[in-house]
């Protein structure tokens, strides 16, 4: 059955915000783990929130951070996120398997269950912490539908958020990334995913990806250039605008 681009942009959407609820909660896992000033501040240089931080709390702290990104007024927030994840589920419920839209729907439930009291960074943390296996199993669930038009844009939303994120990560002081070449190989997914596309409609989404796969392969294994990862990003926010085009006409 052939997908309305309507539905495919929900799908897409879907798997950019599930990823991102992914790359988020495993980032502040891992800086609330380290705990020290410098750990602290990488989220919210990813996410660009140092600002709006700092409207709602007067200091750095685990305990603040861990606050931060469940409060509703932070717009980047995992409660943010797994809210569009759920809207997207909703949208396209009826193309996902009753088991796929039951667990996002339950994960979004239970998520707003244990955030609405102001618990303190022990319940914080444990909320954290059940939403990464949560969303691991997640995961595989969308790893195991047979509907091959709904992973073609979830997995695009997926690859386009990593890549996102890990560029983020390479911007910003302090970071670590495990390797230039998973930039690569996500790049080449990408590319696979939107080869099953028809190409008149999808040609200047193909090409942008074409591009931004050079450009990874040409970032320097053990120099960050500021001026390469830029360019990369620049290339990525191309191809994301040729995607919004066709999902819009």
Not at 24 to 44: A, N, Q, R
Not at 156 to 175: H, M, S, V, Y
Not at 182 to 192: D, I
Request: charged share 20%.
């Amino acid at each position: 059955m052939t997908l309305l681009l309507s539905t495919a942009a929900d799908l897409y959407w879907l798997g950019r915000y599930f990823g991102r609820s992914q790359e988020l909660v495993d980032l502040l896992l891992t800086s609330l783990h380290d705990g020290s000033i410098e750990s602290l501040g990488i989220p919210l240089s990813i996410t660009g929130t140092w600002q709006n931080f700092y409207q709602q709390f007067d200091k750095l702290s685990a305990e603040n951070l861990a606050a931060f990104f469940i409060t509703a007024t932070n717009p980047t927030s995992l409660t943010a996120c797994l809210e569009a994840t759920r809207a997207d589920a909703q949208a396209t419920r009826g193309r996902l398997s009753g088991e796929l839209w039951i667990a996002i729907n339950s994960a979004w439930l239970e998520w707003q269950e244990r955030t609405k009291q102001n618990g303190d960074f022990t319940d914080h943390l444990a909320s954290y912490q059940w939403l990464e296996s949560s969303l691991k199993d997640i995961a595989a669930m969308i790893e195991a539908s047979v509907d091959e038009d709904i992973k073609h844009f979830v997995h695009a939303g997926l690859l386009i958020e990593a890549l996102d994120n890990a560029l983020r990560k390479l911007a910003t002081p302090d970071t670590k990334f495990s390797s230039m070449a998973l930039l690569a190989q996500w790049a080449t997914a990408l590319r696979q995913e939107l080869t099953q596309l028809k190409v008149t409609v999808w040609q200047q989404s193909q090409h942008a990806c074409d591009d931004l796969l050079v450009v990874c392969q040409q970032l320097p294994e053990h120099n960050h250039d500021i001026s390469r990862i830029q360019e990369a990003q620049a290339t990525l926010q191309r191809l994301t605008y040729a995607l919004a085009d066709v999902f819009a006409s």
